[in-house]
């Protein structure tokens, strides 16, 4: 007789729901825990190399509302294109740059903000340089699986031309929606567009 496998099924992909900011975000959602900072919020420990900028933002949906409650996440390099957690350059990058980041929307207007630094160029994996950029993630109530995509510089038109990533896409005309438009010194706005005419280009890595 073959015996019948109670195998463990696969949970079903749910929305980040009402607490992601509380599972996330506690001292955001006004419950103190880790010193009264949640981890994330600042990227700089201490006097860091390269240009200092803020970036900042706000997620639409569908129809041009902001998102009132979406959480975002920043990865990126530090001002010489190197990781802090990357095996080949631990030790190597700026030790008061964490290269990670954590905001969420303001609950009035929905404007995230990082205050980091302009990310470096990172190797491809042919050799080719990226232009600078970071990749973030996106998660609100309505959105099942958190989302993925990039932030590159409209201040770097010659190494966006010749970036891997941005070379490859399909349709041209869409790289504008990937791109952070310079608004002062040291600021840069990235608006992020779930879907509509200026729906922003999302990745599945």
Sequence with gaps: MVQKLEYLKESPSQTAGPY??????????GIEIYGGSDLGRSMKTGPVKGEEITVTGIVHDGMGTPLRD???????????????SANETR?????????????PGDPETGEFVFETVK?????????RLMAPHATLWIVARGINIGLQTRMYFE???????EDPILTRIEHQSRVPTLLARKTGEGAYRFDIHLQGPDETIFFDF
Aim: a negative charge; glycine letters at 12%; charged letters at 20%.
């Design 20 to 29: 992601v900011h509380i599972g996330c975000m506690p001292n955001f959602s």
């Design 70 to 84: 979406a959480m975002i996440e920043i990865w990126q390099a530090d001002a010489a294109g190197l990781y802090a």
């Design 91 to 103: 030790g190597k990058a700026d030790p008061n740059f964490t290269g990670w980041g954590r905001s």
């Design 119 to 127: 990310p470096g160029r990172v190797p491809f994996r042919d050799g």
């Design 155 to 161: 201040d770097e038109a010659e190494a966006n031309a």
